[in-house]
């Protein structure tokens, strides 16, 4: 299980149980990823303005695969 909180997030998640993903613009969120929970993220990108970070969010059998990037300053 694992947690994601950002305060100024820009991206999408996309829930199980929906049928297109939610838009995220400078909006905080809280977010608790359990493989045992249910509706669950199918995918996720997502941008922490604040720490100038980014997430990547995929479940695949059954669980999640999560890869966070520090995005510098001089990346494009």
């Not at 909006?27 to 199918?42: G, H, R």
Request: with cysteine.
């Amino acid at each position: 299980m694992e947690a994601i909180k950002i305060n100024k997030c820009e991206g999408y998640l996309w829930w199980s149980d929906q049928q297109e993903p939610k838009v995220c613009q400078n909006e905080a969120i809280d977010i608790c990823l359990d493989e045992t929970k249910n509706p669950f993220v199918v995918e996720g990108q997502l941008y922490d303005k604040e720490e100038n970070k980014s997430y990547s969010i995929k479940y695949v059998d059954g669980q999640y695969l999560i890869n966070e990037f520090k995005v510098e300053e001089d990346d494009d």
